[in-house]
């Protein structure tokens, strides 16, 4: 069962020993005063790939770039590996590094293989040093051969294996992505999902996700929250949040194909719902087992 | 650009040029050509022959053509400095002394066109073309990160700052004009539909290009920040140095240069 809003605040709020951030309770305000988080508490544990799922306009990418330090919150407070957020820490970009919705907002230098030496450059790094680190973080997505090529002509798919190369150059302990997989064909989504899975298992990269790619977050995520209105209303294992209709259609979103599918076969079958299955091998696992 | 119109330099084609590199001026030094480039000026500057000039232009075409590069589409492109050329000459040419070719009788002040007002005109649209394809041909055969280098080595903070940081996104700027046409001209709406609707549709152009480009601006300076941003991007591609054979090609240009200059006088 998905813990709603009354725990989920309590217990997010609550420290964790293995935790790398902490949003206590932050809200934001912007400029012309609409509300981009309220009393927001959220967190993100080592090794572990948490969903932020949301309909537009709830307030997952505000949230995203107060993990940043790009943006500062009105109130509460944003913990990152025990260091406070504030002005003396400004260097937060070093331990989480965020790739943005739209590839062409990341990449601006002239080749691709510069725009990713960028964060090692402003790290301190030398020019050697960028350009191994680059060059790893390219061979890591699968991106090696673009390295001469000028952004602009790469196509979306491309764009964004590099925008993710940029940031993982820089060995952040957490990458926070904005919509990784929107705009991209299934191909290059499932390079994507892929390459998310391995910065967790193989880089040990602490990965958010802000989606409303139900089926993305379900086969990806160890921990899914759902945001509403700025806040974090539920929280819990894809397994809970997905299989709680109610929840998702009163946040705005929908259960994943393969929840919507499973349901519908036990609900015709009359068949109690049990393994709660998420991904396609999950289902196909329970259908087979129910028939034997 | 292209949906604008084909007399204003294709930064697509530029580009798609200067990344497939495969003229043999592709293989020159960035730095030998940027030399020749600044010779060039220096003759264009100190030389007044239109012999000397039409000279150059050949040479500089020669170059150009050789190179693989499009012949068409540059007379295209010749029109914009045609226009700039002329809208200043135009003024200047009248009254020159020298023989006399014809005369405009406007009441108070009567224009004549002489030899050498002519000469002027010709002789400054040989020099603007000149200089023109040659930084086509340059433009076209070096690939940007070199240039992007070469400018962050040669000019200071911020004129380097300014020039890495705008090259990308007139692309981008470009792009956005190019969508905002097509969604335009889907609808019925068209640069030529009338000289009234022509001037409201620039001014929207220009407007919402200003507004999406300010927007994007913010974001594309938050994704800097997120890597670290600091207000100083450092440009670190490795640009081929002038190799043996290119210097000595150079110091004999340079050299026959100075002596067109200085010695050889041409009849006009």
Redesign the interface.
């Known amino acids: 069962m998905a813990i709603l809003q009354k725990n989920v605040i309590e217990h997010a709020c609550t420290h964790d020993k293995n935790e790398i951030i902490h949003v206590d309770c932050a809200s934001h305000v912007y400029p012309d005063g609409s509300l981009g988080i309220h009393e927001m508490c959220f967190r993100v544990l080592e090794k572990e790939i948490v969903s932020l799922c949301g309909p537009n306009g709830s307030g997952k990418s505000t949230l995203i ?1 107060h993990l ?1 330090g ?1 943006l500062r919150p009105s109130s509460g407070s944003v913990t990152v590996m025990g260091k406070k957020v504030d002005l003396s820490h400004s ?1 937060i ?2 331990d989480v ?2 790739v ?1 919705q ?1 590839s ?8 691709v ?2 725009d990713v ?3 090692p ?3 301190g790094l030398s ?1 050697e040093a ?2 191994s680190a680059a060059m790893d973080a390219l061979k890591a997505v699968g991106a090696e051969s673009l390295a ?1 090529k ?4 790469l196509s979306g798919g491309q764009k964004r294996l590099v925008c993710i190369a ?2 993982l150059a ?1 060995k952040p302990k957490v990458i926070a992505m904005d919509e990784p997989t929107s705009d991209l064909d299934p191909m290059h989504a499932e390079m994507v999902e892929k390459i998310i899975l391995g910065l967790k298992n193989e880089h040990g990269i602490s990965i958010v996700v802000a989606t409303h790619d139900m089926d993305m977050a379900a086969r990806i995520s160890d921990r899914i929250c759902i945001v509403k209105g700025g806040s974090i209303i539920a929280e819990g294992k894809p397994s809970s949040i997905f299989y709680d209709r109610e929840l998702l259609e009163e946040s705005g979103l929908k259960q994943p194909g393969v929840v919507q599918i499973y349901e519908d076969i036990a609900r015709s079958s009359g068949i109690s719902i049990e393994n709660r299955p998420i991904t396609v091998d999950e289902l196909v696992k329970t259908i087979t087992l129910k028939r034997v | 650009m292209s949906q604008l119109s084909p007399h204003i330099p294709d930064l697509d084609l530029i580009t798609f040029y200067s990344e497939k590199r495969t003229s043999f001026f592709s293989r020159v030094s960035p730095w030998t050509k940027a030399l020749v480039l600044l010779l060039i000026i220096v003759f264009v500057a100190t030389e007044k022959s239109l012999i000397m000039n039409v000279c150059l232009f050949l040479a500089v075409l020669f170059l150009y053509a050789v190179s693989g590069l499009p012949i068409k589409k540059l007379f295209q492109w010749y029109v914009m400095p045609l226009i700039f050329v002329l809208s200043l000459v135009i003024i200047l040419m009248w009254n020159e002394p020298g023989r006399a070719l014809f005369t405009i009788n406007i009441p108070l002040m009567p224009l004549t066109l002489t030899d050498n007002g002519l000469l002027m005109v010709l002789t400054l649209v040989f020099k603007s073309l000149a200089t023109v394809t040659y930084s086509l041909a340059f433009l076209m055969t070096t690939r940007y990160n070199y240039f992007s280098t070469m400018i962050y080595r040669v000019f200071p903070s911020p004129i380097d700052q300014v020039f890495l940081m705008s090259y990308r996104f007139i692309f981008i700027t470009l792009n956005m004009v190019d969508s905002m046409m097509k969604a335009l001209r889907s609808r019925g709406g068209g640069l030529l539909k009338s000289a009234l609707k022509q001037s409201k549709m620039f001014a929207e152009l220009f407007g919402l290009t200003m507004i999406r480009s300010y927007d994007r601006a913010e974001r594309v300076n938050k994704a800097m920040e997120a890597r670290g941003f600091s207000g100083k991007y450092v440009a670190s591609t490795k640009v081929p140095g002038i190799s043996l054979i290119e210097s000595i090609a150079l110091l004999m240009t340079t050299v026959f240069v100075l002596y067109l200059i200085w010695f050889v006088k041409a009849p006009f």
């Open positions: 770039e940043n790009l260097g970009w070093r590094g965020v943005f739209r062409d907002d990341q990449l601006f230098a002239p080749t293989l510069d030496m960028f964060g450059i402003n790290m020019l960028a350009r001469d000028m952004p602009n002509y940029g940031v820089m």
